[in-house]
């Protein structure tokens, strides 16, 4: 009796867990970058980074900078 009531409450947890990630969409690459590595020289002030959206929907994008 007590394999069975673990076997069902894995199952339940295992049905549930595969229900929650089909649920979720598939990512979505729609903004390109021109670089992954932006290299400053001594004497530069400031370096650019081009985003593009190739894709019809808007998109947000989140960017943060460090020290690393």
Known sequence: M???R???V???V???LLGLTGWYGPAQAAVNIDR???IFASDD???SLTLSN???TPMLLQVWTDAG
């Open 6 to 8: 673990q076997w069902l």
């Open 54 to 56: 190739d894709n019809t």
């Open 14 to 16: 295992i049905l549930t």
């Open 45 to 47: 002030v400031a370096q």
């Open 2 to 4: 007590r394999n069975y």
């Open 36 to 38: 992954t590595r932006i």
């Open 10 to 12: 894995f199952s339940k």
